[in-house]
């Protein structure tokens, strides 16, 4: 969670820093172990600068991708609807609001910060 204190250049330090933290805990999960239902057992590095495609992601590796994003209670949620890779990239974002059952505030950064960038990531890496 970033709480920020407003005190001029102190408090773009601060947004700098934590956004380096959640970029450094995004690129830790970035070589996830995937597992079963077709996805690759290799641990995949970060491709330019970006995620591996997370068309390839198991239900673990969602459920770490938000754990390492600061969501730690709802990631849970992804574990109990069974959601992979494949189906975090078909979600809608009535889905994410709805059929999670979890609080709208974070449902809502999870949705815009989280799950529309990786589905827009994802359509610009297979439409070439």
């Avoid at 057992?41 to 390492?68: C, I, M, R």
């Avoid at 078909?90 to 979890?102: A, E, Q």
Wanted: hydrophobic residues 35%; negative net charge; glycine residues 8%.
């Amino acid at each position: 969670m970033l709480l920020v204190q407003s005190t001029g250049s102190d408090e773009a330090l601060r947004l700098n820093a934590s956004n380096e933290k959640l970029s450094t805990n995004i690129k830790e999960i970035a070589g996830m172990d995937n597992k079963g239902n077709g996805s690759a057992d290799t641990k995949n590095p970060v491709e330019n600068g970006q995620l591996p495609d997370p068309a390839h992601w198991a239900v673990s590796d969602v459920v770490n991708y938000f754990k390492a994003a600061g969501f730690d209670e709802q990631a849970c949620a992804f574990q109990d609807q069974e959601i992979d890779g494949k189906s975090l990239l078909l979600m809608t974002r009535n889905d994410v609001l709805t059929g999670l059952s979890i609080k709208l505030g974070p449902a809502l950064k999870m949705y815009e910060y989280h799950v529309k960038p990786l589905q827009t990531q994802h359509l610009k890496k297979n439409t070439w």
